[in-house]
């Protein structure tokens, strides 16, 4: 019993002290597994030192049975402040050249958890919005039943020697 107690609070620990970097870890979900290109999916977080870098993550699952292309192309626009904005395009690809699914089948899914932009500077502390965009030349691309993102604080060592 006592051993079970032990284990609990170790990986307690070590997930709270994993999760202490996380700035932003959220997903949303389409209705009809199906994203309209003009309608962007808006995440809001907060960035509290500039000297800070990140990595940021694009999570996203795929309907196999709907989802045809072989990658998905995204345009994002990070609002740091109402007078500056940066704009990011990115795009992921979803299966190989012989038609293979890259991601990770989950059920009938397939999940994809991708680094788009790694050792990433903000620069402004405060509020900041990222609205992402589906870059599909399409007018809705079905099959994605839900997309979000993860931004987490990375240590960068900058020292010279």
Not at 50 to 72: A, G, H, Q, V
Not at 127 to 148: D, W
Request: charged content about 25%; aromatic content about 16%; proline content about 3%.
């Amino acid at each position: 019993m006592k051993k079970n107690i032990f284990y609990v609070l170790v990986a307690t620990a070590i997930f709270t002290a994993c999760s202490n970097n996380v700035i932003i870890d959220e997903t949303h979900e389409f209705a009809n597994a199906t994203w309209q290109r003009f309608e962007p999916e808006v995440f809001s977080f907060d960035i509290k030192n500039t000297d800070d870098c990140y990595d940021i993550y694009f999570k996203f699952r795929i309907d196999t049975n709907t989802f045809r292309p072989e990658s998905l192309p995204f345009i994002c626009s990070l609002m740091e402040s109402a007078d500056y904005k940066r704009q990011l395009v990115t795009d992921i690809k979803i299966r190989d050249k012989r038609g293979n699914w890259l991601g990770n089948p989950v059920g009938g899914f397939y999940e994809y958890n991708r680094k788009v932009r790694e050792y990433f500077f903000f620069n402004m502390a405060g509020p900041h919005e990222l609205q992402v965009k589906n870059g599909s030349q399409y007018f809705e691309t079905k099959g994605i039943v839900s997309f979000g993102i993860k931004i987490e604080k990375v240590n960068m060592d900058l020292k010279i020697n």
